[in-house]
């Protein structure tokens, strides 16, 4: 069974950065499509970034210029460097294939962007 560890969270001031990652056991990440997600209280999940097999990303337009997306296939891992984080950034962090997901999802990882 696929297993999806997300971590790197925490609770940062507006403008700060944070590093997420994403470790996987149980399939080997780099012959997929990658992607992160969010998810915000009293919101559905929604798409943030994702990353193909041969390294190009997509960014949803609320993060881009902002998030980047990598991975490290050696270790089996992908990460989203987050950077200028604004109140709004505030929700669960999951990371998963894209369409369709590996199931089930990971426990996610908490960023709270406050003052």
């Known amino acids: 069974q696929v297993q999806l560890v997300e971590s790197g969270g925490g609770l940062v001031q507006p403008g700060g950065s944070l590093r997420l990652s994403c470790a996987a056991s149980?399939?080997?990440?780099?012959?997929?499509?990658m992607g992160w997600y969010r998810q915000a209280p009293g919101k559905q999940r929604e798409w943030v970034a994702s990353?193909?097999?041969?390294?190009?990303?997509n960014y949803a337009d609320s993060v881009k210029g902002r998030f980047t997306m990598s991975r490290d296939n050696a270790k089996n891992t992908v990460y989203l460097q987050l950077s200028t984080l604004k109140p709004e950034d505030t929700a669960v962090y999951y990371c998963n294939k894209v369409n369709p997901p590996f199931d089930p999802w990971g426990q996610g990882t908490q960023v709270t962007v406050s003052s």
């Open positions: 990353i193909t097999s041969g390294g190009s990303t």
């Open positions: 149980g399939t080997i990440l780099s012959i997929y499509r």
